[in-house]
């Protein structure tokens, strides 16, 4: 009839496709609070370590090479010094993981960090505190709490002098450039370039020194036509 209600029946099939419903959103639900944390996570981790990366970082403030004088005439370059400084903001650096790169357009060399005990005879020999005046540091043996020996770096490795280090976290096993230090890294360019005969005149050197992380700093120069004395700025 017309006016007969009608009523809706729930039954056991629809209460079993409500529950289900249930279950199925919960458990999107919690993959859905799983992965947005992770991803989170994630994001915190790699905005850290962008910001590391573009904070971070080694800044070459000059390079100075020395040519010994034989007689009248001086000699290639056959060591060269590369004062090295933390940039503005930049977490400590692991010298231990430095690498510097140098290449005069025919052969290209990359040097690491030499074991500070290079002959093994219990010695610092390539990594020294001083107070020398800087003219001094070219000397084959120099250095006022360890001694520094130019002739043990080898055509590979780098030594390290430290010039500045109020915090000592430049420590000769662990040396670490933080805010304020200043240290030269030490090449001996006699083994490096030139059939171990050092950088010649007017040869142009480009390279980097390399952190693990972080800008490298720049190394690029033409050395001159002539030598006319033993140490020379050239960066």
């Keep these: 009839m017309f006016g007969r209600r009608r009523k809706g029946a ?24 799983n992965t947005s944390g992770y991803l989170q996570q994630k994001s915190q981790a790699t905005g850290r370590q962008t910001t590391q990366e573009v904070a971070s970082g080694i800044k070459v403030t000059s390079v100075v090479g020395y040519a010994p004088k034989s007689g009248n005439t001086y000699e290639n ?23 510097i790169v140098l290449s005069d357009g025919n052969k290209e060399a990359t040097l690491k960090w030499a074991d500070p005990d290079t002959d ?5 020999d390539v990594n020294t505190y001083t107070n020398d005046p800087v003219s001094n540091i ?52 006699e083994q490096v370039f030139s059939d171990n005969s050092g ?7 480009t390279g980097e020194v390399v952190p693990e992380f972080g800008a490298p700093g720049v190394i690029e120069f033409t050395t001159p036509s002539t030598y006319t004395q033993s140490v020379m700025e050239l960066q």
């Design 199 to 205: 950088i010649e005149p007017n040869t142009k050197i």
């Design 77 to 99: 370059i056959k060591r060269l010094a590369v004062y090295v400084t933390p940039n503005a903001g930049s977490d400590g650096i692991d010298l231990r993981k430095v690498k």
């Design 120 to 124: 093994d005879d219990g010695n610092q």
């Design 138 to 189: 070219f000397k084959d043996s120099f250095g006022t709490t360890y001694t520094f020996d130019w002739s043990v770096l080898t055509s590979t490795t780098f030594g390290i002098i430290v010039l500045q280090d109020d915090d000592g976290s430049v420590q000769m096993n662990y040396p670490t450039l933080s805010k304020g230090d200043l240290v030269v890294l030490a090449v001996n360019t």
């Design 10 to 33: 729930v039954g056991i099939g629809t209460l079993i496709v409500f529950i289900a419903m249930v279950l199925v959103a919960a458990v999107a639900a919690a993959v859905l609070i």
